[in-house]
């Protein structure tokens, strides 16, 4: 059983930054990748920015290139998200998602419970 675990979301100020982090524990082969999502209320769910975990490799949806950074800690199996220049529109619900392979066949996707970011203006 794979468990993912957020934390460091909360209420910062308009330009202020936060930094959230996402553990993945349990058993599993191995991470694929791992992806913060966001949704608002009455948006849909994007994805914001993603890490392949052992190659070369970050996206960010365009709203946030420049002022969020993707990074991770290979042997915590832990992802990070600095956020900074925060705006209103980047206050949402943030989710991590895990691509793990539980196997060395099986691939499934894990979520965390979901961490709150608010900016206040």
């Known amino acids: 059983q794979v468990q993912i675990v957020e934390s460091g979301g909360g209420l910062v100020q308009l330009g202020g930054s936060l930094r959230l982090s996402c553990a993945a524990s349990?058993?599993?082969?191995?991470?694929?990748?791992m992806t913060w999502y966001r949704q608002a209320p009455g948006k849909e769910r994007e994805s914001v920015a993603s890490?392949?975990?052992?190659?070369?490799?970050?996206t960010y949806v365009d709203s946030v290139k420049g002022r969020f950074t993707i990074s991770k800690a290979n042997a915590q199996n832990t992802v990070y998200l600095q956020m900074n220049s925060l705006r209103p529109e980047d206050a949402a619900v943030y989710y991590c998602?895990?691509?793990?392979?539980?196997?060395?066949?099986?691939?499934?996707?894990?979520w965390g419970q979901g961490i709150v970011v608010t900016v206040s203006s």
């Open positions: 998602n895990a691509r793990i392979y539980d196997t060395m066949t099986a691939v499934n996707d894990y």
């Open positions: 349990g058993s599993f082969f191995r991470i694929i990748a």
């Open positions: 890490i392949i975990w052992n190659a070369p490799g970050t």
